[in-house]
């Protein structure tokens, strides 16, 4: 019986920490997604910069983040998801608000996430 409560204490805190993880929008080295045939192309892919659309969720402008709501991104293997991305041009991000729909290139940083190089409002 102690074997049993132990296994569903150690299931609860991995489902837990999935979350946490996956609610912090960690998306650093999962640009496969599970698809271990990517490796060529999806280091091509990464090198350059990247096209995507979706809502804004939040912004952060003092950290200088925003957090949106996106479609897939076939070049990445990605499937539709919510991600925070850093913006090193804060600026960019003066005017943006939550719920509005967006359009932004983004790239591989140097500090090996994702950031956003340019975003404005999606033509309606």
């Known amino acids: 019986m102690k074997r049993f409560y132990l296994t569903l204490i150690l299931l609860c805190a991995s489902a837990i920490a999935i979350q946490a993880q996956a609610a912090m929008g960690d998306m ?25 659309q979706g809502k804004i969720n939040s912004v952060n402008p003092e950290a200088g983040t925003v957090n949106v709501a996106m479609g897939p991104v076939k070049a990445l293997d990605w499937p539709s998801m919510s991600m925070s991305f850093a913006v ?9 608000k939550a719920g509005e729909n967006v359009r932004f290139d ?3 940083s140097a500090a090996g996430g994702y950031a956003i190089t340019r975003i404005a409002p999606a033509a309606p």
Do not use: C
């Not at 999962?30 to 990247?50: F, V």
């Not at 090193?88 to 943006?96: H, Q, R, V």
């Open 28 to 52: 650093q080295g999962k640009g496969g997604m599970g698809n271990a045939k990517n490796t060529g192309a999806e280091q091509g892919a990464k090198a350059q910069t990247l096209r995507g």
């Open 106 to 108: 983004f790239a591989k």
């Open 88 to 96: 090193p041009d804060k600026k960019s991000l003066n005017g943006l």
